[in-house]
């Protein structure tokens, strides 16, 4: 199994301003994701995060909005940049296990 | 277009019966569905995973059937609890290696 600690797990921001969330995984793990759950709703893939490589992201969501760094095999970082209120959300990181995945706590954005 | 859904936003039952959840996804071809447990305010925690050659899988309480002829997964809890109400998420592998999820059914068990 493995265990995934983000941080921080609570801010509230304001308007036009960008946060950095962190992802520490305990073991290295190849591919790491980034999701995102706005509220009431499901989780919805961000983007796809190789050690090594440029992130892949899902349609819908761009890098200059949301930056990810994968300096190395247990960590990452997703950036919301230039946030609004739309913004608000939880944002979850996960990484794969045999045969699941594994999510991190989450980080609860409110941006005024 | 790709869809998964899961029946009704919330479903209420009593404590000792089985609480039956649906998930219906369109125009997939997942070669394995899973289910996830959510607390609020916790991340997504793994329950049971379905194979596409697999008719039902079961885990303690749980059982998990997936009709990859209907395009259908349905979810049992047996013996329900009131510590089994959360929301429960079906997840679809799409080829990506990152999962696509349902909507989530919320089920609360009452005393």
């Known amino acids: 199994s493995a265990v995934i600690s983000q941080k921080p797990s609570r801010d509230i921001c304001q308007r036009g301003t960008s946060l950095t969330i962190q992802c520490q995984v305990d073991?290295?793990?190849?591919?790491m994701f980034w999701y995102r759950q706005q509220p009431g709703q499901s989780l919805t893939l961000i983007a796809t995060a190789n050690q090594g490589s440029e992130a892949t992201y899902e349609s819908g969501f761009v890098i200059d909005k949301f930056p990810i760094s994968r300096p190395n095999l247990t960590f990452s970082t997703l950036t919301v940049s230039n946030m609004s209120p739309e913004d608000s959300s939880i944002y979850l990181c996960?990484?794969?296990?045999?045969?699941?995945?594994?999510f991190g706590p989450g980080t609860r954005l409110t941006v005024l | 277009s790709q869809k998964i859904e899961q029946n009704s936003e919330a479903l209420n039952i009593q404590e000792g019966k089985t609480a039956t959840l649906t998930c219906n996804y369109t125009?997939?071809?997942?070669?394995?569905l899973q289910w996830y447990r959510q607390d609020p305010g916790r991340g997504p925690v793994f329950l049971l995973l379905?194979?596409?050659?697999?008719k039902e899988k079961r885990k303690e309480r749980l059982k998990v059937t997936f009709d990859t002829t209907l395009k259908q997964s349905l979810f049992h809890i047996t013996a329900s609890q009131p510590a089994d109400s959360a929301t429960y998420l079906c997840?679809?592998?799409?080829?990506?290696?990152?999962?696509?999820f349902g909507s989530g059914t919320r089920l609360q068990v009452q005393p």
């Open positions: 997840a679809l592998d799409t080829g990506r290696r990152a999962l696509t």
């Open positions: 379905i194979r596409e050659n697999e």
């Open positions: 073991s290295q793990v190849t591919m």
């Open positions: 996960s990484v794969e296990g045999a045969d699941t995945q594994y």
């Open positions: 125009n997939y071809s997942p070669a394995y």
